[in-house]
């Protein structure tokens, strides 16, 4: 009988580390899955018109089949390779926030393959606005279709040792870059209906979208009758510790294997402490700080909560859903 050990085995590739956009691309034109940089979080990458390169990034993240895939493109011309229709709506939104961390949800072109988008007509586009990002999709040539680099479930990498501690071995390339800059991932916005409608929140804020197409709203999850983002169902963001979302410490709170985050120093004391200078700051580190506490052995974070204004509303979004993980 064959061994499950074995089988596991079979499928470790040496994953190479480089800080080549070129010798990077050479892996994702050849079939493989490369991790790379961007100003959001770290993406898995496969060129999104080979359906087995596709099918290696579900597999090495073990995500759900269910959940699409953003395509991400370093030329604008590919836009047209991907999405069938351009309601005046994206092309506005196109116009002004690519590249940046913006993902723009059209109707798929007949050649993108059912894997990349989950089987949905739908698919997410996205420039990112990181230099090496754009020099690594240019060298690809093609549109790539990545998730964040992560295991399923696990905070979103925010740096290439992040990506290397969840993924070495299973992928063929990390290009490594800088830590990122903003730290949570991409608005995505559904320019399938009128009006659009935010399926996340980034660091684009509503208020930007508005400015540039009045009357944008916010997909509420109870409301059925439009199509939602289906990746928004899957358990998120959730290092293994538990996470607490609290305006302040409270006074009496576990001390024992307890770690804290955010923008004001608590009164009592805590063994892991990080104090963010700001929001920004706050959504820059708070997935690293994650990562950290899990590799100590920490059993329970403290989040301090934000107010909902600005990046403060994906802050928040994204420590809710840690805290339900
Ligand atoms: O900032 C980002 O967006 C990062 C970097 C790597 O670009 N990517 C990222 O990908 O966060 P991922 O796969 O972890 O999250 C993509 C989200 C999921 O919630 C997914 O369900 C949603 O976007 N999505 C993708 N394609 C969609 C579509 N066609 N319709 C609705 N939602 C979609
Ligand atoms: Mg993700």
Redesign the pocket.
Known sequence: MRSPRLSVKLLLVNTELTDSPKAAARFIRSGGIVA?P????????ADIFDPAAVAKIFEAKR?PAD????A?VGDLDQVEQLAREMPTSAARLIEVFFPG?L?V??K?SGRVPAIA??G?N???I?M?GNKLANEFLRECATPVA?????ISGRP?PTTWRAVFEDLDSRIDCILQGEPTD?G?????V?C?VDPPLV??S?AVLLESLRKVVPGTAVYRANDTSV????????K?YAPRADVLLVEKLPDAYELENAAYIGLERPAGEVGSLLICGSIEDYARRVFAFFRDCDNEGIERIYCQTVPEAGLGVALMDRLRRAASG
């Open positions: 790379f961007t100003e959001t979080v770290y993406g898995l990458g995500r959940n699409p895939l953003i991400h961390p993902t949800v059209l798929k988008t989950a949905l739908t698919i997410g996205r990112p990545a998730p964040s680099a992560n979103s903003i949570l991932e991409s608005t995505v559904d399938t399926l996340r980034g199509p939602r983002s289906p990746g928004m169902r899957h998120h």
